[in-house]
């Protein structure tokens, strides 16, 4: 009990400091910003698999996340909007489940926010391949799938601004 009250406490305020844009949506660089991104094959909760390579979009748009952090269930709106927006654009999003292991919790999460992208689970040689150490994570790559930008954490109206501008850049090149 007490556990679980420190954690909901640790997570309200890492929430209210990183959706205020206090928090390390500046951090902009990663180990892999300008390589390859490292491949992959994972699956959705329906057991279908998907690689890395599948995806042919101009944009790609990987998103390292849980579905109990505060900040990432924040991002959902936002995330959701963006899809709609670039509907007719050559991108994609794909968002890959960190926290959870219950296939069943994972697919009802999916379906009460309706969620229509990508939702694939975790695979720790991928997290550790991306130097996953914390969510949210996004990593916007390039039709070459070469790893352009990387943004930690998650802050309303800020990191917003930056996935949007980055996406228009490399759509326009």
């Not at 992959?40 to 890395?52: I, Q």
């Not at 579905?67 to 959701?80: D, G, V």
């Given at each position: 009990m007490k556990k679980n009250i420190i954690t909901n406490v640790l997570c309200l305020l890492l929430f209210s400091i990183v959706v205020n844009g206090q928090g390390n949506t500046a951090q902009n660089e990663h180990r892999l910003t300008g390589k390859t991104a490292p491949d992959?094959?994972?699956?959705?909760?329906?057991?279908?698999?998907?690689?890395?390579k599948d995806f042919t979009s101009k944009v790609l748009l990987i998103e390292f996340s849980g579905?109990?952090?505060?900040?990432?269930?924040?991002?959902?709106?936002?995330?959701?909007q963006l899809v709609a927006d670039y509907e007719d654009k050559s991108f994609e999003l794909i968002r890959i489940e960190c926290w959870e292991k219950n296939i069943d919790i994972i697919k009802k999460y999916c379906l009460d926010n309706e969620i229509e992208y990508k939702f694939l689970l975790r695979d720790l040689e991928i997290e550790k391949k991306y130097f996953s150490f914390g969510v949210p994570q996004f990593f916007i790559l390039d039709e070459n799938r070469t790893i352009q930008y990387f943004m930690q954490g998650y802050g309303l109206g800020t990191t917003d601004k930056k996935i949007r501008d980055a996406i228009d850049e490399l759509l326009e090149k």
């Open positions: 992959w094959t994972l699956s959705d909760y329906n057991n279908e698999s998907f690689a890395l579905i109990m952090c505060p900040p990432c269930h924040a991002a959902l709106p936002f995330l959701k």
